[in-house]
Nanobody
Framework: VQLQASGGGLVQAGGSLRLSCEVSGRSFSSYVMGWFRQAPGKEREFVAV????????YYTDSVKGRFTISRDNAKNTVYLQMNSLKPEDTAVYYC??????????????????????WGKGTQVTVSS
């Protein structure tokens, strides 16, 4: 499984960006997909996850109501729509995939350690 994230950039506070992550390989629909981020000097943290099947979603509190994770199984792609961006959202954003846990809420607890497959990050910078 290979993941390729794109869509990062520089945006002013209050602006929007949409990140995309294309996944190569078979059985994309069988993977739980997640977005994580890492700010300078900080650990990588959970942002959002979307389950297999019906696409149940979970978010870290700081992005609820502003970010939306979605997936298009026909295109093997997961998205992160980011609205009302804040300077504290500045980070390298990573997409990740995993199949281990049947309950996707588990990934909100496990964080980055719960994911087996990672793409290279894409930089998001929000200016004030």
């Amino acid at each position: 499984v290979q993941l390729q994230a794109s869509g990062g950039g520089l945006v002013q506070a209050g602006g929007s960006l949409r990140l995309s992550c294309e996944v190569s390989g078979r059985s994309f629909s069988s993977y739980v997909m997640g977005w994580f981020r890492q700010a300078p000097g900080k650990e990588r943290e959970f942002v959002a996850v979307i389950s297999r099947g019906v696409g149940t979603t979970y978010y870290t509190d700081s992005v609820k109501g502003r970010f939306t994770i979605s997936r298009d199984n026909a295109k093997n792609t997961v998205y992160l729509q980011m609205n009302s961006l804040k300077p504290e959202d500045t980070a390298v954003y990573y997409c990740a995939a995993d199949q281990k846990y049947s309950i996707s809420y588990t990934y909100t607890i496990k964080g980055p350690s719960g994911m087996d497959y990672w793409g290279k990050g894409t930089q998001v910078t929000v200016s004030s």
